[in-house]
């Protein structure tokens, strides 16, 4: 189990009269993530709402800004109780056995054109064992390729651009993994996150990017960015690809100051509590999930 | 009110020792299309599987044949009881006032990339009036500069290739409108289906695919590709883009024949169920949806 | 006639032992465009070579250059002899009249993909008479969607993505209207220099990019970015598109400091020499150019 | 020494009123590659031109056609006289070396996007050692990722479409090539020509696409697709890319039937004439080139 409090601080100046953000900064409430205290304080005097994904937990903040400087500042701690299983004996899952919730993540998405990835997912791994261990092949793989590299890609950068390009970030590294896998008929997904234990080489702490693939009936965790041990992942928002999760989707004018965030991992041995580290196990810190479909009588 | 009777006929050779299929061929179950009478028939004998969409009663057809000939007839009928709505008091929504379930039909999908179209849309309808006679324009954009040509695009065709192709089929018309809306921040989505009064000169009855437009709350219909009146269109699937809504998605190796379709019209005049025709009026025939969020208290 | 006197500096820091420049600097000479005075100042002791192109006249300067800063000046002056012509009596060429070394300038090229833009060329400009004033019409096209906006396009940047971008600067505005023009089959290149006379607004003197069309047997002088009278334009490089005319091609690892121009008009109205002005004749600033092909007897 | 006879026979049938077609069908004549005896034949009775480029000695066939059937036949023999050397002691030439004519297929082209393909071309090639050895490991690189599949590619199929398909015909193959080569500042450029020897399984003859790459000051043969040996080439253009040298470039409305080739090679061992073979020697049949370019004095 892992403790983490951090803050997220956000600020804007809005130059429109009044400016609709949408805020997904608040941590995801599933049943293996919970949030043991949590205050928001927004700058300016205005009523907001706040939404739950009835299945992934998900939590946005909508609101109306007026001109002028917007402040938005989140704390909170978390708890999270990772599964964690044995890599050897995790399948990847036949189309028949999948469910159909899966199905929209092993369809192309925006950033992540698995249709055009298939010659090349198949030329590069399609010989190899399906399993745990060829989509670590396939993280390592994107891994090793493509550099770090802050400002070498923008909003509109996709999976195949990253694979040309040999450079992105975090969320480049995300969309071309998670593209490789659907290319196979693997299920997987984006998720949004801020994470301990960040390499500092590459800057302060800043929101992170993970994926999550399909294996045994569970999505399991990988970051083939490779900067902070994915057990330090505190989940915020999860979907198909980067267009689904901003941390912030603003419908107006503004200037943006950069995030500032915080984080650190609280320790309690007598209570199982530990700090978040690497790990030889596969770990998944996806929720139970409501089904969208239900099946009828034949 | 109108009532369509169709039938669907689907013939693969398998090649594979076993193939994967799921189908989206059953019409949608709302409380706006209602399924009079069906029946399915599978030539070869196995067990399968049908999967109803929670929210948007779209059904889903899942089985694993054998090698060897497959043929797949789904016959039925269904009455559609469309709402309908003068065109001039349908508003565009502020961000503020839309359901979150619309707003993944904001972001940018696979085949409509809205992110880049951004400034095409505001070159070409940002100065116009919003509303209901603004995304008509678009369809009238669309229509107008593109050619329909059967063969002019292929499956990993985009909005952004249409653009520049200036040609396509349906489905490459309602993802360049659906991406030019979406730039705009106007809600829009992909409905698959079949339906009657095509025009003979394009081809033999197929497969086809509309535009719904969210304004003043509600799914309007909209045919970039003006083949044949909106009113006579069965909803098969409903997603962001081609990549959701395949009538069949096919996991393996196998040789497809050309669907076969066949569709009428049922006329009762005493009952109010007429012919499906080109009407002035905005139509909507999206049924009452279930939220995936809901609302925290503050 | 125009005299124009222009100096350019260049100041770059070298960061490998050595480093290979080729620059593209000094005004081309040909029977329109003659030198009157220059000279050329380098700040490392080095050998350098000069190379001038037997055909179009451009010159191209090469050198090694070590490590440590590296100062290149260039001061000069040149007297143009415009052609001019009254724009209704040219002529687009039927390709069985075009010179053969004309037809590079009809094929496609990296940044101008005419290959991919004969539908949309044809879909706004297919109807219009052939001549002058449709590859005007061309040209005023291309001014009127995209906005000039420094820093919103990159080495990489081509005609299909400042048509869909809507933004660019001048080599972008260049490369959109040579790609439109080639899918009309209308012969048209590349020329880089520097102008006298644009816009104070649009930032400090810097390189420019004009388009060259073929009508009539002669290559027309157009500006789609609308910058500068293309009058005051001084040649330096004619080539397909911007991958032929660098003003500097640097092979190794160096920091470049931003160019540094100025220029002026000299006026000697006895002589007839003139300020640069926007006219409303057709101007032509190509000199005589050799053929690289001979006919063969029948 | 090789002697190669072939015929080329075209067919079309001519739909608009008049059609200008520019062919490029009869072979090079270069100081390697030498006409033994030729002949042309033109169904309709008109007039035709024939041009030679002065440096590279490709041959232009221009003609009007008009409306009906047009057949062209070209029969001829060439006798080429491979230079041949010890791969072992080619070098790749520093920027400081290269001929300034050589600059052009440095820079990227419209097929090959030399530009795009830096940090992939660094990725893979960048550690090796220059030189002849480094250049045959793109080409195995090359060849080995990509399928030899007729049909799956067209005209607009770039070296970046091609790195992504994993599968093209020969002028992909080439076109990637040039491309990779380019990108580590290797002069590499696109022969189109019939070829002897080819695989039968891979179809009918018909007309091919090799690469020329430039070290110590020559141009060597390379095929990376593999189909045949680089010895019984009979070239026909030369130019940066496929967008240069096509066999033949149509300007109007026409139907065309596939090209119908014949080649076989003759044997006068006396004479020191051989089979076209594979061969260990690095092969160069470019015959000796006009500079377009002078050098001025100092």
């Known amino acids: 189990m892992v403790r ?19 805020f997904n900064i608040q941590p995801a409430c599933t049943d293996r993530q919970r949030v043991l205290a949590e205050s928001l304080s927004i700058s300016q005097p205005l009523a907001f709402q706040t939404f ?26 978390v708890e999270i109780d990772h599964h964690m299983e044995d ?12 469910p159909l919730d899966a199905l929209c993540y092993v369809y192309p998405s925006r950033y992540c054109q698995s249709d055009k990835l298939r010659a090349l997912a198949n030329y590069e791994f399609g010989a190899m064992t399906p399993g745990y261990y060829r989509v670590l ?21 996709s999976a ?17 993994m998670i593209g490789l896998c659907r290319a196979l008929n693997i299920p997987a997904r984006f998720v949004s996150g801020i994470d301990y234990g960040a390499d500092p080489s590459l800057g302060a702490t800043d929101f992170h990017a993970y994926v999550e693939v399909m294996l045994s009936g569970r999505w399991y965790l990988f970051d083939p960015s490779g900067v902070a041990p994915p057990m330090g992942l505190v989940r915020l928002g999860t979907g198909r690809d980067a267009a689904d999760v901003a941390f912030a989707t603003v419908f107006g004018s503004v200037v943006s100051e950069s ?34 479909f239900r099946e009828l009588a034949g």
Chains 1, 2, 3, 4 share one sequence.
């Not at 739950?52 to 701690?77: C, F, K, N, T, W």
Request: glycine share 6%; net charge negative.
């Open 259 to 292: 995030p500032r965030l915080e984080i650190e991992a609280l320790v309690d041995v007598e209570n199982g509590v530990y700090l978040p580290v690497y790990h030889h196990q596969a770990l998944s810190s996806a929720g139970l999930e409501v089904s969208a």
């Open 137 to 157: 092949a396939i993280q390592e793989w994107v891994n090793r390729r493509t550099r770090f590299l802050s400002g070498s890609s923008g909003s509109t950068t």
């Open 87 to 98: 890599p050897a004996v995790l399948r990847e899952m036949p189309v028949s056995d999948l």
């Open 52 to 77: 739950m994904h009835d299945s992934e937990g998900g939590r946005y903040l909508r609101l109306q800004a007026h001109a002028g400087p917007l402040e938005v500042i989140y704390q909170g701690a």
């Open 4 to 22: 983490l409090k951090f803050s997220i601080q956000l600020a804007y100046q809005v130059l429109d009269r009044t400016c609709d953000f949408i």
């Open 160 to 176: 195949l651009d990253t694979l040309i390009d040999h450079a992105g970030v975090c969320r480049d590294f995300a969309h071309l």
